[in-house]
């Protein structure tokens, strides 16, 4: 590494350790649901086997379902308390994971760029990828762990809802969960890491830094804004140490090697 690297900060400590629960509980989950919805094939009897048996299993999905419920809770907190802040622009503005119409110009604006007709977008701190990764997340958290509620305690809800709820809430859970990791392991996995800027993986989530070429080619509206306004410096980094860079490769790589795997698996169950 140069000494001449200037690196910016782009996440901050509370936002990478909250991205960790999401990508710990997120496998936890697969590994683990995904022996139960293909429990008829040979690789979810084995992996089941190798979890301890699908009671072990059931029991493992639980667990990762609370780390889940619980990042949940910390970012729906963490928004409150912006808002109780009067800080407005997280649901408006350059800053917003809200999708804007500018979000839409970009996107067709990238259209024209993939097929030679444009100029690339200038991206702001959120591309429009980026917001429709999110929103996935969040629709999917709550419709998964709200169906997932139901099943874990049906007793419970069936002192007021009617049977046919649990029915509806299998199907959804089930489909929503599977289409969830198809989606993480096939188009996050390629936006994130595979497209050719990235190859073979962004670190970015792990160490929080990002250099400052990176910067102002991946984020150019939000590198020249931040410049106009004076509050650059303010995100300048320290590069990161050494044993962080190690930490990203082995967690980053072996979260996409279970990611492909299991996508592969999936695909080759359906081909099969």
Not at 53 to 78: C, D, M, N, Q, S
Not at 133 to 153: E, K, Q, R, T
Not at 229 to 234: D, I, P
Request: hydrophobic fraction near 50%; avoid cysteine; proline fraction near 6%.
């Amino acid at each position: 590494m140069s000494g001449s690297e200037r690196y910016y900060f782009r996440f901050n400590l509370y936002h990478r350790i909250l991205h960790g629960m999401v990508i710990f509980s997120f496998l936890g989950l697969a590994l683990t649901g995904l022996p139960l919805k293909y429990a008829e094939t040979g690789w979810g009897r084995w992996l089941s086997h190798v979890l301890g048996g699908p009671f072990t299993t059931g029991y493992l999905h639980r667990f990762f379902a609370v780390i889940t419920f619980l990042y949940f809770g910390l970012h729906l907190g963490y928004v409150a308390r912006l808002v109780l802040k009067g800080q407005r622009g997280i649901f408006w503005g350059p800053d917003s994971m809200v999708p804007q119409p500018r979000d839409f110009v970009q996107l067709a604006q990238h259209v024209r760029y993939f097929l030679g007709l444009g100029p690339r977008p200038r991206f702001g701190r959120w591309a429009y990828w980026e917001k429709f990764d999110y929103w996935a997340v969040f629709w999917g958290v709550s419709i998964i762990g709200a169906s997932g509620l139901l099943l874990w305690f049906p007793a419970f809800f069936a002192r007021f809802l009617p049977g046919w709820i649990f029915n509806v809430a299998i199907i959804i859970h089930s489909d929503e969960a599977l289409l969830a990791v198809a989606f993480i392991f096939t188009v996050h996995f390629f936006n994130t890491h595979l497209r050719p800027e990235k190859f073979p993986m962004d670190p970015v989530i792990f160490t929080g830094r990002v250099e400052e070429e990176e910067f102002q080619r991946e984020h150019p509206a939000e590198y020249e804004r931040l410049r106009v306004e004076g509050r650059l410096e303010a995100h300048r980094a320290d590069p990161p140490p050494l044993w962080l860079r190690n930490f990203a490769r082995v967690v980053g790589f072996s979260a996409l090697a279970i990611g492909i795997i299991l996508i592969g698996l999936i695909i080759g169950t359906a081909l099969g």
